[in-house]
Structure formats: C-alpha cells, structure tokens
Nanobody, 125 residues
Framework: QVQLVESGGGLVQPGGSLKLSCAAS????????MGWFRQAPGKEREFVAA????????YYADSVKGRFTISRDNAKNTVSLQMSSLKPEDTAVYYC??????????????????WGQGTQVTVSS
C-alpha cells in the first residue's frame, strides 16, 4: 500500500523560509517522478515542482523558480521542498504526489498516481 505523508507546514512571515517533507512508502519509487502541488482556497490545484527519483532532474513552476528547491533522500525515501522568500500568495495546502512513467515536466495533476493528505502553509504577518 503506497503512502505519501507530508509534514513541515505551518505559519511563517513573508520573506521567511519553510521546509516540507514527504515520506514515501509502500513500493520502490526509483522509476517515479515525485511532485509538489498546492491548492489555495477557491483555486485549482497547481503544480509547484517535480523531481525524477532516479537521476534527480528537477522542474519548477515559474512562480517558485529561484525560491523553492526540491530534493530527494534515497536513504530515507523522502522528498523535500525547501521554500524561501515566501510570499502571502504562496499560502495554500501543499500536496506531495508520485507518478509512474511520466516526464519530470508533467504539470497536470491527473498524471500522478498517488497523493498525500496535504499540509497547510500560511504566509502572513
């Protein structure tokens, strides 16, 4: 049974930093692309970043490029999203996702097979 469990969300002031983690279990993810998506109230879920588990190639949404960094830890089977220079518009529920046989640039949520439950990130003073 595949499980993706996010952690690390919370309240942070504008300009601050936060690190999200996604613990993956239940199968071997070496052939998967791991992604982070977010959904703000009243808005559609949007792509944030992705990483190919094997090889580590990455892809970012323009809105977070240069501020967010996605990485993976093979030993711990976790994927992280380091977020810096946070803005109020980054406020959303952040979801971890896993997709098999897709490109690292896949931005469509329907292409991903497994999802975590989400973690809230609030950027506010």
């Amino acid at each position: 049974q595949v499980q993706l469990v996010e952690s690390g969300g919370g309240l942070v002031q504008p300009g601050g930093s936060l690190k999200l983690s996604c613990a993956a279990s239940g199968r071997t993810f070496s052939s998967y692309v791991m992604g982070w998506f977010r959904q703000a109230p009243g808005k559609e879920r949007e792509f944030v970043a992705a990483i190919r588990w094997s090889g580590g190639s990455t892809y970012y949404a323009d809105s977070v490029k240069g501020r967010f960094t996605i990485s993976r830890d093979n030993a711990k089977n976790t994927v992280s999203l380091q977020m810096s220079s946070l803005k109020p518009e980054d406020t959303a529920v952040y979801y971890c996702a896993a997709g098999a046989g897709i490109l690292v640039g896949a931005r469509t949520s329907a292409l991903y097979d497994y999802w975590g439950q989400g973690t809230q990130v609030t950027v506010s003073s």
